[in-house]
């Protein structure tokens, strides 16, 4: 779901920058309602796209009435269910983990029997930055993680083992195909019409700006929501280029022709992928397929006295249910045929 949560939020935005900068119609409102119930979804399904309400502050600049049109989208039946996705949302954080926004240590109730603790809260907010700023893998971890991510300590070593890796490949990928579709489609030579970048683009590219400003510094990984924005902060300033551009002889048609082209390549890659898997020969091999290899897990057991046996591990892999972390504050009680478990203050 990460990255078709990703791909959604971009053609949203791209749907709310069109409403907002070229729609003439004098009730844009209109048009913006019909994208806020799937805004509220993209939201339920990853928090981390929450940052991408900051392009609500838009609603000032489509026109003068701006307080009419916040009242008229507050009062609708769009924001309404908006509201109730994020309500249901919220609450299922909360009665899961104490934490409406997990793990986020100030969005954390903790003084509930059923509530995670606060310091177990803040110690997995520090490993979840710790792994996006590249500081743990499955095969290194820094010392002193909360130091890590502090200012920009991490800076050096995310662009060595994450930039380098990972992320400059994206870049590559992006900006390729980005100027193979200007070569193939438009003329070097803007159009007669006057070159289109007004204030609305300005605020809207800042917004964009701002939000990726917040993934950056605190979750600098293409999982955590980088595919989305990165792309949205690139392609914007190429989209008011293109459209600027004089188009060149059957432009549609070079177009069908790339998106054929990529369709090709990237089925061909992973033909390519799917055979190098088959024909591996180290631990992980197929021999079995489907199943694949697992290494044998080293776990611990506790059995409580209401008869439930809980299994702890560092990691909840191919280990018996239920697993958790080891913690001697966990008690277990049986009511009406239930096993209930809570967290000891």
């Not at 990853?46 to 392009?55: G, P, Q, R």
């Not at 939000?211 to 510094?217: A, K, L, Q």
């Not at 631990?283 to 080293?298: C, D, G, I, Q, T």
Request: proline share 3%; net charge positive.
């Amino acid at each position: 779901m990460d990255k078709g949560g990703q791909l959604l939020i971009v053609i949203l935005i791209i749907s709310l920058f069109e409403i907002i900068t070229k729609d003439q119609n004098k009730k844009k409102v209109n048009n913006i309602l019909l994208l806020i119930p799937l805004i509220g979804f993209c939201i339920s399904t990853k928090t981390y796209f929450l940052t991408y309400l900051i392009l609500g502050l838009l609603i000032f600049i489509i026109d003068k009435n701006y307080l009419n049109n916040l009242k008229y989208i507050i009062f609708s039946k769009s924001f309404l269910f908006f509201a109730l996705i994020l309500t249901f949302m919220f609450s299922h954080h909360f009665i899961s983990t104490g934490c409406f926004i997990s793990p986020l240590p100030h969005f954390c109730l903790d003084q509930y029997n059923w509530a995670r603790d606060l310091n177990d809260v803040k110690q997995l907010s520090i490993w979840v930055e710790q792994w996006s700023k590249a500081g743990a893998s499955p095969t290194f971890i820094v010392e002193n993680g909360e130091n890590y991510i502090k200012n920009f300590n991490w800076l050096n070593n995310w662009i060595k083992e994450y930039f380098v890796v990972k992320f400059l490949d994206q870049i590559g990928i992006l900006f390729s195909s980005i100027i193979l579709i200007i070569l193939f489609t438009k003329k070097f030579n803007l159009s007669k019409k006057k070159f289109l970048f007004n204030r609305e683009y300005l605020i809207f590219y800042l917004l964009i700006i701002i939000i990726f400003f917040i993934w950056f510094t605190n979750h600098p990984t293409l999982r955590y929501g980088g595919y989305s924005i990165f792309f949205l902060l690139v392609s914007f300033p190429f989209a008011i280029l293109f459209y600027n551009l004089q188009n060149k002889p059957n432009e549609k048609k070079k177009i069908v022709l790339i998106i054929t082209l990529v369709i090709l390549i990237v089925d061909i890659k992973n033909l390519i992928r799917i055979k190098n898997e088959f024909e591996r020969k180290d631990f992980y091999s197929f021999n079995n397929f489907p199943f694949y290899a697992l290494r044998e897990k080293e776990y611990t057991e506790k059995k409580f006295k209401s008869g439930l046996t809980i299994y702890f591990a560092h990691h909840c892999w191919d280990t018996p249910s239920p697993c958790g972390s080891a913690n001697d504050q966990i008690y277990s009680y049986q009511d009406k045929g239930y096993f209930f478990i809570e967290m000891r203050k």
